[in-house]
């Protein structure tokens, strides 16, 4: 306060309630040479404008030297001033930079140039993508007459993609199993793709959606598969899914310590981080057996990211709780999650990003391209080729909703027979699983009915000449979008079937919280009732048993005695106290009674019409 009474004091009653900095009185007529003027003065400079002799300015350090006759003498700032200043600035909030959630998204800070440009060799960043893989990649060149298929690895696309398209290529599929930088930045230059879709490809972290760029479409969404772990105990990977519930139910002691050893094994997983960032451990490759049939293939426990650890927080035991605990662990059985991305550019090409799963969509749609008959072949379309990858990846996810209603059902087997509260904590990790797939697969139908929207006006005579037109924009013909509503509707149907799950999960819990306390009721019901019937015993019991000298009533009768008092007094008190449950009791004997006189009367009168039709119907024949 005494440092703004002093400015007000020399300046104009107006600014006396402002704080600012003391003002320095200044002497113009006491001019230093510019020499001695330093160039990089924060200090506040008073305008020797009239309008503005009022005002504060302040020149925020820049390297402009000043004239004689227009500079002023500035006096230094006290350090202490410029220091408690700046510690009050620091104190206001700090950024916690250290936050293990951050080191999962490479390159990401707070403030930081938004995307990664793939025609700069570190992206635009402050270092170059610490992000590679040997990638395995197949690029589908087809027309309606011929169809090519290159297998390349990272360095042969780079030079690959350097090459000019044949000119009989009517579509391309690049299909890339994989992430890694070079890859990445190699396709980024050939398609010219935006920099915030490739810094969504890289970190694995992102949201189910679709953007729509000016010379291509971006997809993101996730693939969930059922597969089945690899363990040592060969004859477990040949049981299905029915097989293996039914003999859990009859397992012997060695064989539940087996199974307890073997659950250990599916703790021993492969960190998180490591995938999200796009890095796969050393023994990752392509080396896993992959089917297409309900399980996706047989992986190795240290290579496969389940779903609990897919979008999973940092908080590293609860995540290894949950995957130990998981509703699938007693089977060998795991969901395997991660992320997809896809391109759909104006020159008719597609350009498909998975971390690990590649096989299991390219199979099936490259039997189908080898078919000159079918219509994905027939109609040269990409975004046709975009709708059968969707439509893999939804089909893939089928068999994990079976599986976990097949789960379920053998839960509330066990629910309905002997409940018990070990149940509930199963549950509730499958209601937290279900929860977290209908998260995943829900926001699917939006990026279908966002292509969909995108259906374009033209007709199909026009479409097929405008495919490859790269000033057309992206196409989203009217075939694809009459074949997206068919994956629409597996969507919906998966949906359904997660949330009716999730509904018979929730009900058997309160099942068993009811039944469990509708079975302590009973137990203090009959304590009650046992109460009541032994409340009077007792009395006559300590009556009689009084140690006195001259007691008649014990010594001039029998025991008998004691029963012709205790009997009356306990029947009295039974129908005293229990009266209104006495009276429930036979009041519902009576209805049930009456209501099964009714059923009997009414099978036969039933069993009486039965009899008249077969005699109607043999007097007719």
Wanted: net charge neutral; proline share 6%.
């Amino acid at each position: 306060m005494a440092r703004s009474s002093s400015h007000s004091s020399s300046s104009d009653p107006s600014m006396a309630a402002e704080s600012f900095p003391p003002f320095p009185n200044f002497d113009s007529t006491n001019r230093p040479p510019a020499s001695h003027i330093s160039s990089t003065s924060s200090a506040p400079v008073a305008s020797e404008n009239p309008r503005t002799q009022n005002r504060v300015q302040y020149d925020l350090k820049v390297d402009v030297p000043l004239a004689p006759k227009s500079a002023p003498h500035i006096p230094q700032l006290s350090p202490s001033a410029v220091l408690r200043r700046r510690n009050t600035r620091s104190n206001t909030f700090r950024t916690l930079e250290e936050f293990e959630d951050f080191e999962s998204r490479p390159g990401w800070r707070p403030g930081a140039e938004p995307g990664i440009d793939p025609k700069k060799p570190d992206g635009g960043q402050d270092a170059a993508p610490d992000l590679h893989a040997e990638c395995q990649i197949t690029v589908v060149d087809f027309s309606q007459e011929e169809l090519k298929i290159h297998e390349l690895n990272n360095t042969q696309l780079i030079d690959f993609v350097k090459r000019p398209q044949p000119s009989w290529v009517k579509c391309r599929w690049i299909n890339v199993n994989g992430l890694s930088w070079d890859v990445i930045q190699a396709l980024g230059k050939y398609k010219d793709l935006h920099r915030l879709a490739i810094e969504d490809i890289m970190n694995t972290r992102n949201r189910t959606k679709a953007d729509w760029y000016s010379g291509h479409a971006f997809l993101i969404l996730t693939c969930l598969k059922l597969v089945r772990l690899d363990d040592d105990d060969d004859s477990s990977d040949e049981e299905d899914c029915e097989e293996s519930t039914d003999k859990s139910v009859l397992r012997s002691t060695g064989e539940r310590l087996r199974q307890l050893v073997r659950r250990k094994k599916v703790l021993d997983l492969a960190p998180a981080s490591s995938l999200e960032k796009g890095r796969r451990p050393s023994s990752v490759g392509h080396n896993s057996t992959r089917r297409s049939t309900g399980f996706s293939g047989t992986f190795n426990p240290n290579t496969v990211r389940t779903l609990q650890r897919y979008h999973a927080a940092p908080n590293t035991a609860r995540t290894e709780y949950m995957e130990k605990h998981s509703a699938l662990a007693n089977k060998g059985l795991a969901v395997s999650a991660e992320q997809v991305a896809m391109f759909i550019t104006s020159d008719n090409t597609v350009i498909a990003f998975f971390e690990q799963s590649a096989d299991n969509v390219e199979e099936p749609i490259l039997a189908r391209l080898q078919s000159p008959t079918t219509i994905l072949r027939k109609s040269c379309d990409a975004s046709m080729v975009a709708q059968a990858i969707i439509d893999a990846i939804i089909d893939m996810a089928i068999p994990v909703t079976a599986c976990y209603a097949d789960i379920v059902g053998d839960l509330e087997l066990d629910v309905l027979t002997h409940p018990n509260v070990k149940h509930t904590k199963s549950l509730y990790i499958i209601i937290s699983e279900i929860n977290k797939l209908f998260s995943f697969v829900n926001p699917i139908q939006a990026l279908i009915s966002s292509l969909r929207d995108h259906k374009t006006k033209l007709s199909q005579e026009d479409v097929f000449r405008e495919l490859q037109n790269p000033l057309g924009g992206v196409i989203i013909t009217p075939v694809t979008y009459t074949y997206l509503g068919d994956v629409y509707d597996h969507c919906v149907l998966i949906t359904e079937n997660l949330t009716q799950i999730k509904e018979s999960a929730n009900h058997m819990i309160d099942l068993i919280f009811n039944t469990i306390a509708t079975y302590q009721n009973e137990s203090m019901k009959q304590l009650t009732i046992v109460t009541i019937i032994f409340l009077p015993l007792t009395f006559i019991t300590g009556y009689f048993g009084q140690n006195f000298g001259n007691f008649p009533e014990a010594q001039e009768h029998s025991s008998r005695y004691f029963w012709q008092i205790a009997v009356p007094v306990v029947v009295g008190t039974v129908i005293l106290l229990m009266r209104d449950i006495i009276s429930e009791s036979l009041s519902t004997f009576y209805q049930r009674r009456y209501i099964l006189g009714v059923r009997r009367k009414k099978r036969e009168r039933i069993n009486r019409a039965r009899k008249q039709d077969r005699s109607r119907l043999a007097k007719a024949s």
